[in-house]
């Protein structure tokens, strides 16, 4: 089991829930260690699936950087020549947090300072430049009027020290997915301003917060998640992974899973989700094209 990130990661958090409820209902007999391979921008984990083709005792879990590592020329490998797709899990949504201190109170205040000033904050995420976490706050930001997008200040985190560096005061907003920040959220550690959703949340915590278009930022930004195997996986594995993944995910320890961290059930089997695949890699493409200009500003 490949987590694509460091520990405390989306994928991280993600694919050991996957292992334990595997476990944890007995659909599984045998242990599933989870490894982790961050690296430029998941590029790592992929390269590595990429090296198992034919194999059938590997998963990885990937979300939207699988395919926008390759639209944006971090990696030749792709899901369609170097995976087999197995299922769909689930959808989490982003979210922009702040320290408790900062004097930005909504997402409104950071995108008029950036209106200002496209340079004048740092953003951080867990995810390499032009992926995830960065692609997300750039279609809000672009939704919002920010002008000069290829000048807004991000840095990724991918060893899972995103939001370290917001506490320690080396970023001004983390972007992130909603469960990677619960924990400092109910500490009180951080103010989650908004999250991108087209509605709002139905966990404890996150039910207190709006969602960007709530706040007049008429933009949704979701962040699938599955698994995947290596490229001409066996068919008996990829039968067995679907299967046993689809009892899964109609289990109650995996529907209070999703509940507990916000997120949203959506199983898609092997065919669906490659259909599925195609469509937003799609996507990814023509939004990458409106959001992408000149290399983006660094710290």
């Known amino acids: 089991m490949i987590a694509p990130a460091g520990p405390g990661s989306g994928f991280d958090l993600t694919i050991r829930a996957v292992s334990q409820c595997l476990i944890g209902t007995s659909l599984v007999l045998v242990p599933l260690p989870v490894t ?13 699936l990429a090296g198992k083709r034919g194999e059938d005792n590997v998963l990885s879990i990937f979300s939207p950087p699988i395919c926008l590592i390759h639209l944006n020329g971090t990696t030749s490998y792709n899901y369609r020549e170097n995976t087999t797709p197995v299922a769909k899990l689930l959808v989490d949504y982003g979210c922009f947090a702040v320290r408790s201190d900062s004097p930005y109170r909504s997402i409104l205040d950071v995108m008029e300072a950036l209106k200002k000033d496209p340079g004048s904050l740092k953003i951080g995420g867990t995810s390499s430049v032009w992926s995830m976490d960065h692609v997300q706050f750039l279609e809000v930001a672009r939704a919002a009027g920010v002008t ?37 959220m109910e500490s009180g550690d951080l103010r989650v301003l908004a999250v991108t959703a087209d509605k709002r949340l139905e966990n404890r915590l996150m039910a207190e917060i709006p ?50 961290y916000g997120w949203k059930e959506d199983f898609q089997g092997h065919e669906e989700f490659e259909k599925f695949l195609d469509e937003m890699n799609e996507d990814y493409r023509e939004l990458l094209e409106e959001v992408r200009g000149l290399e983006p500003a660094v710290p």
């Open 36 to 48: 982790n391979k961050p690296g430029k921008g998941g590029s790592a984990a992929l390269e590595y």
């Open 148 to 184: 000069g997008l290829d000048q807004i200040v991000y840095e990724g985190y991918e060893n899972g020290g995103a939001v370290s560096s917001l506490m320690g005061g080396r970023i001004d907003v983390l972007s992130a997915g909603a469960s990677d920040v619960m924990g400092l």
């Open 211 to 260: 969602t960007c278009m709530e706040e007049g930022i008429d933009v949704e930004f979701s962040n699938w998640r599955g698994l995947f195997g290596p490229a001409d996986m066996p068919d008996y594995a990829l039968d067995y992974w679907e299967t046993t993944l689809r009892e899964m995910a109609e289990t109650e320890m995996w529907k209070d899973t999703c509940s507990r």
